[in-house]
C-alpha cells in the first residue's frame, strides 16, 4: 500500500540552457507527492513550458536530476529513458496539435493503451481486452457521448478535443500528468468545466498533477501547493492558503493584484 504523502516526483536543482544561451530553467528542485496537484505560476516567458518540457525528456536537460517514483527518468548513461517515463502524461495548451487529423477519434484515444498492452489500469480491468468498451467507459469519465468515438478532430469542439487528449491522458493510470496551460486555448465558458473535470478525475483516481498556467486563479482552484517561476527561477512557494499571506514575495503579490482586480 502507498503511504500518503509519498514523493512521485522529485527535481533536483534543474537547469536547461538553450542553444542561443538563454538560460530558461535556473536551479530548479521540486517536489510533487502522490495523489498531490503542485501548481506552478509564473509571467508568460519564465520556463514553465521548458521545465514541463524537460519532465517529459522533450528537451535535454543541462543539470540536475530528475526522479519519478525515486527512479532517475534517465539511465546512468543519460543515453535512454527508464521505463517510467511512460508513467507520465501531458496535456498541453493545443488539444488539436495532439491528434492525428487523420486518424479516427478513437484510434487517438487509444493509442497508449494499444501500444502498452501489459497496462492494467484499475479501472479498466474487467473489460482489458475490449477495446470498444474501454474507449466508452473512458468517454464516460470524461463527460462525452460515445458517438464521437467514431468522428474526426476536425468535427470536435476545441473543449471536446481537450476532453479527448484528458481520457487518452489517463488511460493508462499514469503516475503524473504534467497539465501546461490545459484550458488557454479554450472559450472562457469552457475554462471551468474542464478544470472541475480535472479536479474530479484526479480526487477519483489519485493520479497526482503538476499544473502549469499563468492564471493564478486557475492556479489556486487547483493546487494544494503553488510554487512561483520568474526568469527560470523559484522565487516563491506555499501552500493554497498561504497565498493571501503578507509574507509573500513582491512577485507573487504583483500576480496577487492581477487576481484581485
Ligand atoms: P513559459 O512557458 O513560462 O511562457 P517558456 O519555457 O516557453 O516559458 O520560455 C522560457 C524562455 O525560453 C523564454 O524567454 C522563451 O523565449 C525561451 N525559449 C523557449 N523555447 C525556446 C527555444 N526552443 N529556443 C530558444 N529559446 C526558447
Ligand atoms: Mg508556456
Redesign the pocket.
Known amino acids: 500500500m502507498r503511504v500518503v504523502g509519498q514523493e512521485i516526483l522529485t527535481v533536483k536543482n534543474l537547469s536547461k540552457e538553450?542553444?542561443?544561451g538563454?538560460k530558461?530553467?535556473d536551479q530548479v528542485s521540486l517536489t510533487v507527492n502522490k495523489g498531490e496537484c503542485l501548481g506552478i505560476v509564473?509571467?508568460?516567458?519564465?520556463?514553465?513550458?521548458?521545465?514541463?518540457?524537460c519532465l517529459l525528456a522533450l528537451?535535454k536537460i543541462d543539470e540536475g536530476e530528475i526522479l519519478l517514483k525515486e527512479k532517475s527518468l534517465y539511465n546512468a548513461n543519460k543515453k535512454s529513458l527508464h521505463p517510467v517515463r511512460s508513467e507520465i502524461q501531458a496535456v498541453f495548451q493545443n488539444p488539436s496539435a495532439s491528434l492525428n487529423p487523420k486518424l479516427k477519434i478513437i484510434d487517438s484515444l487509444m493509442e497508449p493503451l494499444d501500444f502498452q498492452r501489459k497496462i492494467q489500469p484499475s479501472f479498466l480491468m474487467d473489460i482489458r481486452n475490449q477495446r470498444t468498451k474501454m474507449a466508452e467507459r473512458l468517454f464516460e469519465m470524461v463527460g462525452l457521448p460515445s458517438k464521437y468515438l467514431s468522428y474526426y478532430p476536425h468535427e470536435l469542439s476545441g473543449g471536446q478535443k481537450q476532453r479527448v487528449i484528458i481520457a487518452r491522458a489517463i488511460s493508462i493510470e499514469p503516475a503524473l500528468i504534467i497539465l501546461?496551460?490545459p484550458t488557454a486555448s479554450l472559450d472562457v465558458s469552457i475554462q471551468a468545466k474542464i478544470l472541475n473535470l480535472l479536479k474530479d478525475l484526479q480526487e477519483d483516481l489519485g493520479i497526482s498533477y503538476l499544473f502549469?498556467s499563468?492564471d493564478l486563479a486557475a492556479v489556486n482552484f487547483m493546487s494544494q501547493r503553488i510554487i512561483v517561476?520568474k526568469?527560470?527561477q523559484i522565487v516563491d512557494q506555499c501552500s493554497k492558503h498561504d497565498l493571501f499571506s503578507d509574507r509573500r514575495h513582491p512577485y507573487t503579490k504583483d500576480l496577487l493584484h492581477v487576481f484581485e482586480a
Open positions: 538553450y542553444v542561443c538563454h530558461a530553467v509564473g509571467e508568460s516567458g519564465s520556463g514553465k513550458s521548458t521545465l514541463a518540457r528537451e501546461d496551460e502549469i499563468h517561476m526568469q527560470g
